[in-house]
């Protein structure tokens, strides 16, 4: 019920040299850098239009989770996994287990 991964709402990480990313393993995508701005505002930077997207992610994904009659559970999942397999990050999460049949919602 957490809306699976949090990357850029209720996690993040700040690499060695103070740049910002949505998680750990998310390290090309840099929202700033604490040297130049305090964590506080990079986090909640209305400007930055990728973030904002991750802080609403369930809104703005596409293919098969858009669809989904579980995306206010899972949230759309890993945005980061969807890029990387997709080039998309707001492509369906690859490694959804669910068949179409069972992501079908309900008439």
């Given amino acids: ?33 604490i040297k130049d701005k305090p964590f506080s505002e990079i986090w909640t930077d209305t400007t930055n239009q990728f973030l904002m997207k991750l802080k609403d992610k369930k809104s703005h ?16 999942n890993f945005r980061a996994r969807a890029e990387s397999i997709k080039g998309d990050p707001w492509d ?13 919602k309900e008439k």
């Fill in 1 to 33: 019920m957490n809306e699976g991964n949090n990357s850029g709402r209720g996690f993040g990480c700040i690499s060695w040299n103070g740049d910002v990313h949505p998680d750990q393993f998310w390290r090309e995508k840099c929202l700033g850098n």
């Fill in 61 to 76: 994904v596409g293919g098969r989770c858009k669809e989904c009659r579980w995306l206010e559970i899972c949230g759309g």
């Fill in 92 to 104: 369906e999460d690859p490694a959804c287990y669910l068949t179409n049949e069972e992501i079908k």
